[in-house]
């Protein structure tokens, strides 16, 4: 079963450079310690909520823009190890780390749901979204059945993950993010397309589809956090293994 680590991060747009040359070192290492994949994808489409979005959710300044990214393991147990490995790495201490830590929201999430091959994207839709632990399996049904109209309509691969080791932050978390209530996780997901017109197209065609009318949602939607990014780093671990 896919685990996955969820990252939000606020970058400043002046470090873009300098963050793309840190995920290219931080890849390295998470390759050694057995993630399968790393993608990091930078704030394109990225509208602000009325109640949340992703600028609140990382205390956005001037200047910054707001990364969707994330760290594929085989499992939990090696996420697990890889986490102890990491902080006695010392690659880890040398790394630069050009953006505001403490603002970053990050957690691990099961990839409870995962639909299509994960074909190399050119545009990703990432959503934070608050969900009833009562309706959990309301919710991945939903999801399953979404991800296949999606990929009807384009899209490349669809990923769902539940909330799991997800820690309250002291200055931004995932709580906070999606105005998490008692008795609901945060749920971390997104969708993979070939392309930003590939998406725009997709979403148009998903709206019309009679498959969407009259569908009960098991989450509050109001409170989700959802945008578009454009991937500017994706390496699959595996094929460099």
């Known amino acids: 079963m896919t685990y996955i680590d969820g990252f939000v991060t606020p970058v ?10 840190h995920v290219e070192k931080a890849a390295a290492i998470f390759a050694d310690l057995g993630a399968t994949r790393l993608v990091e994808c930078w704030g394109d489409d990225v509208p602000a909520g009325t109640h949340t979005d992703f600028a609140r959710a990382v205390a956005l300044a ?13 499992d939990r147990a090696t996420r697990e190890t890889a986490g102890a490995a990491m ?6 201490a040398a790394l630069d780390m050009p953006f505001d830590g403490k603002r970053m929201i990050y957690g691990g999430f099961d990839g409870a749901m995962v639909s299509g091959d994960g074909a190399t994207p050119g545009y990703v839709d990432g959503c934070l979204t608050p969900v009833a632990v009562a309706d959990r399996d309301a919710y991945l049904a939903f999801a399953a059945e979404s991800a296949g109209i999606f990929r009807d309509h384009g899209a490349l691969r669809v990923v769902e993950g539940w909330g799991d080791d997800v820690a309250v932050g002291t200055h931004t ?8 209530r008692a008795g609901e996780v945060a749920c971390y997901s997104w969708i993979e397309w070939p392309s930003k017109d590939a998406r725009d ?3 148009q065609a998903v709206m019309a589809d009679p498959r ?6 098991p989450f509050d939607g109001k409170r989700m956090v959802y945008g578009g990014f454009t991937p500017i780093f994706d390496r699959n671990m595996g094929e460099d293994a």
């Open 12 to 21: 400043p747009r002046a470090n873009r450079a300098t963050y793309e040359a």
């Open 87 to 92: 902080m006695a790495d010392p690659r880890m």
């Open 201 to 203: 197209t997709g979403w």
């Open 173 to 180: 978390d995932y709580a906070r993010a999606v105005d998490l």
């Open 62 to 74: 001037e200047g910054e823009d707001v990364l969707f990214s994330w760290i594929e393991y085989p």
């Open 212 to 217: 969407m009318a009259d569908r009960a949602m």
